[in-house]
């Protein structure tokens, strides 16, 4: 049974440049959640996509955007990056609609660097 | 919006218990999370409590009062491999999770 997985592992851009990020759920979840972690902080939420859709979103501006793809898996965009875009980026899925809908899976992450 | 408050930083020795307690603040609460975090691992899922009360799983407990919007993790037998960083996560309408800042638990032999 595979995991969520993510790519790249690492990433090093400069800034102004644009980073995608990918991500395939676990298999049997509908629904994937994007997260930014800076160091000895807590995950903070991006946003959130089901049926290809956003569905919910966190306080990140509009150079965040995303996808998802009919086989679940999602991408991140960041255009215009900032040096304080700098972090690790984990994706999470789930399934909606049952009572595992609280128990979120994530992946290793993606470590950007900005320079 | 949400917002969680949990200790930075908890020291304890092998076989202790440890207690990380968790305030939240949130509008449309569903239940309050526990996540493990290894330095350079991913979040994994500790525990959900969506009632009040305590549930047990295995070495760890969690315990929630919706009336006082506080939660607890209880790490039981500590061993070395729990020194990890724990987090508090409030999950809201639409399976939104919000994360508290981290509690790092230091094992010392």
């Known amino acids: 049974d595979a995991g969520v997985t993510q790519s790249p592992t690492h990433l090093i851009k400069t800034r102004g440049q644009q980073v995608t990020l990918r991500c395939s759920p676990k298999?049997?979840?509908?629904?994937v959640s994007w997260y930014q972690q800076a160091l000895g902080q807590g995950p903070q939420f991006i946003f959130q996509?089901?049926?290809?859709?956003?569905?919910q979103r966190g306080n990140f501006p509009d150079r965040f955007s995303g996808h998802q793809f009919p086989n679940y898996s999602s991408e991140l965009n960041v255009n215009a990056l900032l040096l304080g875009d700098s972090a690790l980026y984990l994706c999470?899925?789930?399934?909606?609609?049952?009572?595992?809908?609280?128990?979120?899976?994530f992946g290793p992450g993606t470590r950007l660097t900005v320079t | 919006g949400q917002s969680l408050e949990q200790p930075s930083e908890v020291t304890a020795v092998e076989g202790a218990i440890v207690q990380i307690n968790c305030t939240y603040q949130t509008s449309g609460f569903y239940g309050l999370s526990w996540y493990q975090q290894h330095d350079g691992g991913a979040p994994t899922f500790l525990s959900y409590?969506?009632?009040?009360g305590l549930e047990e799983t295995g070495r760890f407990s969690s315990f929630l009062s919706r009336s006082d919007s506080y939660g607890y993790l209880l790490l039981q037998e500590l061993q070395m491999k729990d020194s990890a960083s724990y987090f508090c996560a409030v999950l809201a309408a639409g399976n939104k999770l919000t994360f508290g800042g981290g509690t790092r638990v230091l094992v010392k032999p």
């Open positions: 996509y089901y049926e290809e859709e956003e569905r």
């Open positions: 999470a899925s789930s399934l909606v609609g049952t009572s595992g809908g609280n128990e979120q899976y």
């Open positions: 298999s049997g979840h509908d629904t």
């Open positions: 409590n969506a009632l009040d």
